[in-house]
Structure formats: structure tokens, C-alpha cells
């Protein structure tokens, strides 16, 4: 390592690090100095989380309500005038009664692997509305999220799976509200707003060769509704859509809540400071040993 624009090896010796620079002399810093650093790095590591997941797709509806921008391909076909609106991060796409948007892929099957979804909605009905969808309900088969008039709810296989229920948010027609449902282990998990709200015991997921969607269930790989059960309809926005292809930690769920990323965008200042002081000291033990 070259701190300070210097050319430092370094040994452990008994009251510290030895630090040599490339002019033969020796510093020697003390354990404490060390420590800190490493303290200040474990901090860090801590409040930004990791970028473990995988990303199967990701629609920020900025740009328009199909593409997604995840490396996957995976653009969502428009079922009705679609259009854009303001949303929590850039546009949200807006989605009329009747309105909605799919995807056939079989990348969208979870069968009994962990997953998590990851979106932000704004509701403009009170009625059983399917938000994020791939079901085959008759069968029992595939997984959704949705609200109804008091709860917001997540599901595999029509709720035989397993279902997750946590209040409505008070303020979700006036405001956007962030969901994250997902598969870890045995567990089904529902955070609200960053919040774990509910959870249950998951049993085996079977997928559904049906679509993928947005603001609808029961639809078929070719878009065609009321395929396998009845289709029912999202009137509202949605917003910074994820699917993973495994569960996120809490800290991952809390960054995407707060900056739309897996990784914080800024970590705490406390951290930075703790980095600082350590990266100080070390810095002004040196030029004392120099000096001297």
C-alpha cells in the first residue's frame, strides 16, 4: 500500500505495525490505529449492504413502461393505452381499470427457489386489486402481490402456498408506498415501506405457464385475459419494479426503499468520520516518527 504518496511494506511486530518506506527508515504504528480502520470498513460494509442479488429484470417506466433495463431482455408487452405519470423515483407507469402489462418468460418462474419483488404503487381503487402477478388460479399455481380494501397482501399458489397480510398504509391514494415480497428458505417474507410486516411458512411453489404481469392476473403467455381464472384489474401507478432470483437482506430492502439501489448511495456520515480518524491518526503518527 502507498499512504501518504509513499512506498510502505509492513510486518506485525509486538506493539503494532512496522511500516518500512523505500528509504530504509521505520515507523511503527500502533495496534489502535489499525483497529479503527478495520472498524470503520466493517461500518461501511454494514450500512451500504452488498449487491448479492440477482437482478432478473428491473422496469424504471422513466423512459416509457416497457423496457427492462435489468441485462435481460425481458420488455413487457402493453395491454391498452398505458401511459406515464410522476412517480417516486423519475415516472411511474399509470395503469387504468382494463389496463396492463405482461411477459411470457419462463425466467418469471420462482418454483421453489428464493425470489423477491420489489416495487412502489399508488392506489386509485379500494376494490381487490392484483399488482404484480403469475398465476394460474384454478390450479392454485404461481404468486402475487395485491391490495384489497384494508390489506396489501403476498401469495404463492393463491394463498395455498402461503400468504402474507400487513395493513394498508393510510395514505396509499395520496402517496406511493414500497412493498418488497419475497421467498427465503422456508419463509415468505412482505415488508411495507422498508418494515417486515408479516411472514408464514412457504410451501412449494409450482409455476404457471401463464404471464408474467403488471396490473392484472390470470393472463396467458399470449396476453389474452381471464385465462385460468378470473381476470381482475389494477386501477393505479407502479413504480421502480425489481425481481431478484434470490431474497434480499434488510439492509437491501431499506436501500431500495431509500435510493432505489441495493448499495447505499451515501454511507452515514458517522462512518466516513470513523474512516477519517483512523486514516488522521495514522497519518500524523508517521510524520511524528519522521520527524524525530
Same mark, same amino acid.
Given at each position: ?96 381499470? #382494463? ?129 385460468? #381464472? ?63
Amino acid at each position: 500500500m502507498r499512504p501518504f504518496g509513499m512506498h510502505l511494506a509492513y510486518r506485525p511486530v509486538r506493539n503494532g505495525w512496522q511500516l518500512g518506506a523505500r528509504h530504509g527508515r521505520m515507523y511503527t504504528a500502533p495496534r489502535s490505529l489499525f483497529t479503527i480502520g478495520a472498524a470503520a470498513m466493517m461500518s461501511l460494509m454494514a450500512l451500504c449492504g452488498t449487491a448479492s442479488a440477482g437482478v432478473v429484470a428491473h422496469y424504471s417506466f422513466d423512459a416509457d413502461a416497457t423496457t427492462d433495463s435489468g441485462g435481460n431482455g425481458l420488455d413487457l408487452n402493453a395491454s391498452g393505452s398505458v401511459s406515464l405519470a410522476a412517480g417516486q423515483f423519475g415516472s411511474a407507469v399509470n395503469l387504468d381499470a #382494463g389496463e396492463y402489462l405482461w411477459n411470457a418468460s419462463s425466467l418469471f418462474n420462482v418454483s421453489t427457489s428464493d425470489f423477491a419483488i420489489s416495487f412502489w404503487y399508488n392506489t386509485d381503487s379500494n376494490a381487490f386489486s392484483p399488482m404484480v402477478t403469475k398465476t394460474h388460479t384454478n390450479s392454485d399455481l404461481g404468486y402475487a402481490i395485491g391490495h384489497n380494501g384494508t390489506n396489501v397482501s403476498g401469495d404463492v399458489r393463491d394463498t395455498v402456498g402461503g400468504v402474507t397480510t400487513a395493513a394498508r398504509p393510510g395514505d396509499d391514494s395520496t402517496s406511493f408506498q414500497h412493498l418488497v415480497f419475497q421467498r427465503t428458505g422456508s419463509a415468505l417474507e412482505l415488508y411495507v415501506n422498508g418494515v417486515l410486516a408479516d411472514s408464514a411458512v412457504a410451501a412449494s411453489t409450482v409455476d404457471t405457464s401463464n404471464a408474467f404481469v403488471v396490473g392484472a392476473r390470470n393472463i396467458s403467455s399470449g396476453g389474452a385475459p381471464n385465462v385460468g #381464472g378470473g381476470t381482475f384489474y389494477y386501477d393505479g401507478l407502479i413504480d421502480e419494479l425489481w425481481v431478484f432470483d434470490n431474497a434480499l437482506t434488510a439492509i437491501e430492502i431499506a436501500n431500495l426503499r431509500d435510493g432505489n439501489s441495493l448499495v447505499a448511495d451515501v454511507p452515514e456520515p458517522a462512518g466516513l468520520a470513523l474512516l477519517g480518524t483512523g486514516v488522521l491518526l495514522l497519518g500524523a503518527r508517521l510524520r511524528r516518527r519522521r520527524a524525530a
